[in-house]
């Protein structure tokens, strides 16, 4: 299976869904459907992410109506969560290197996550 670009598909919101629960992440978290559409927006169109805060959270926060620093704050909560108390075995596998540091920006946390979902699609 592959993912069409410009097609926001089912199976790119029910992947990412099923790793963030898999990470110890619900969807109580305000951040948890920004990052949903964060993931797809970024596998869809991998070059949203060279101008993350007027392209990405932008259109993130278009489509929720709120701010962009609020998508901004929310996916970074998130993430904090996810390296304090997120499973450490999926951490290291979705973010290899990045997990041994502190938590990476948000820009490098979203394009690690896309490239796993990728791959867990390519799979199927």
Not at 17 to 26: A, C, D, K, P, V
Request: hydrophobic share 40%.
């Amino acid at each position: 299976m592959s993912v069409i670009k410009g097609d926001v598909t089912a199976e790119v919101w029910n992947t990412t869904r099923q790793t963030l629960r898999l990470l110890g992440i619900n969807h109580s978290y305000k951040g948890y459907a920004y990052l949903i559409m964060a993931v797809s927006l970024v596998i869809n169109t991998p070059d949203i992410l060279t101008n993350i805060c007027k392209g990405l959270y932008f259109e993130i926060a278009d489509q929720f109506g709120t701010s962009a620093s609020c998508v901004e704050r929310n996916i970074r909560t998130l993430k904090y969560h996810l390296w304090e108390y997120g499973d450490i075995i999926l951490l290291r596998k979705i973010f290899g290197d990045l997990y041994r540091c502190k938590a990476p920006t948000n820009a490098a946390f979203i394009d690690a996550l896309s490239y796993y979902v990728m791959e867990t699609l390519s799979k199927r």
